[in-house]
């Protein structure tokens, strides 16, 4: 089901004053200046988050220590980190299904509490790792009828839009099917399809490609960039698949040990292997070939994207054509 009942102070965390440490290494994150495309980054952030911090009962360091970022609207954002940096703590206080040990989220300048909590829920929509966490329900079409159903919505309406959020992640004709005996990546897409069905402004999605085949993978990539261009969504996505991250995202987050390392456009969060090294993030696959040929004294800018890399390619292949036909 699309909406768990997360009590919003449910978790238990006790006070505790923590001196500034921060390091944050804010990379400027103009968008992604090689499509030369602006991102309107002005006006209230329809997500905000402010010296976040977030400590698990019975461990001794947080698990989010003093995050602050940004997130405005209709933009694509990734969330990268090595396992355990904290993307699903974050990403579970975008829903307030996690208290703050101290600090606070803002969703559209207003600061999340208890009592705000259902209003900020119908704006922020998030989509867990494992959808046997979400999809409950004993049909696919009472799954995503499920948060319409909460939201008090009548009878017609709620039809409507399972209809409709059937018919955007293509599962049409699934609606009796139980979700225990669809594949994990059919799962997947009705865990989307009930947050689609509820309508958020902004949907998280935690590693929504992970355990899924190539073809699975594609799909719901393509899903989660029609759901931002077709539909206005906001996005934030975690993954630790870097390849696909250059497609996806126009803005880049990087967590490490629970702190945001840095902000800033693919291209500039690439071309930083000394903050990817920290992080214990990779290049993208295209652009450790790229940097292999500078290893080996060739004048190529590294590329991220398999278009770019064919750009570079052709130009260069041009130029040693030129050469020969010089000589
Ligand atoms: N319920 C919990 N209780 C105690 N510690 C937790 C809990 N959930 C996460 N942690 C710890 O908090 C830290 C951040 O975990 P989190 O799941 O947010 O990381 P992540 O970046 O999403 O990792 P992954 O990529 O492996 O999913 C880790 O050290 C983890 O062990």
Redesign the pocket.
């Known amino acids: 089901m699309s909406t768990p009942n997360f009590p919003y102070d449910s978790e238990e965390t006790e006070t505790f004053p923590k001196e500034s440490t921060d390091k944050t290494s804010q990379i400027s994150g103009t968008g992604s200046e090689k499509s030369g495309k602006t991102f309107k980054r002005s006006g209230i952030p329809v997500l905000e988050v402010k010296d976040l911090c977030h400590r ?4 001794d360091s947080n ?1 989010l220590d003093r995050i602050n970022l940004k997130v405005f609207k209709g933009e694509r954002v990734a969330v990268l ?10 990403f579970k206080h975008l829903n307030g299904i996690l208290r703050p040990l101290s600090g606070e989220v803002l969703i559209k300048g207003e600061k999340m509490t208890k009592k705000n909590l259902r209003k900020c829920r119908e704006t922020v929509g998030i989509v867990f ?1 494992d959808p046997d966490d979400q999809v409950l329900a004993p049909s696919v079409e009472e799954d995503i009828a499920f948060g319409p159903i909460n939201m008090g919505l009548p009878r017609n309406e709620v039809e409507r839009r399972v209809k409709e959020a059937l018919e955007m992640v293509g599962l049409t004709g699934f609606e009796e099917r139980a979700p225990h005996h669809l594949s994990g990546g059919q799962k997947k897409l009705v865990a989307i399809a009930g947050i689609l069905a509820m309508r958020p402004e902004v949907i998280v999605l ?2 929504p490609t992970a355990g899924l085949d190539p073809l699975s993978s594609a799909r719901v990539l393509e899903l989660i960039m029609k759901m931002n261009r077709k539909l206005g969504i906001t996005l934030l996505l ?1 993954t ?1 698949d870097v390849d696909v991250v250059p497609y996806f995202a126009e803005r880049v987050f990087v ?1 490490h040990h ?1 702190r945001l390392e840095a902000d800033g456009s693919p291209n500039e969060i690439f071309s930083d292997p000394d903050l990817l090294r920290k992080a214990h993030l990779r290049l993208p696959r295209v652009a450790e070939v790229f940097e292999m040929l500078q290893q080996k004294g060739l004048n190529v800018n590294i590329q991220i994207t398999a278009e770019e890399a064919r750009d570079e390619i052709l130009q260069l292949v041009s130029l040693g054509h030129q050469k020969v036909k010089l000589e």
């Open positions: 698990y009962p019975h461990l698990a980190g090595a396992n355990g940096a904290g993307k699903s703590t974050l790792q935690d590693e975690s630790h967590l629970g």
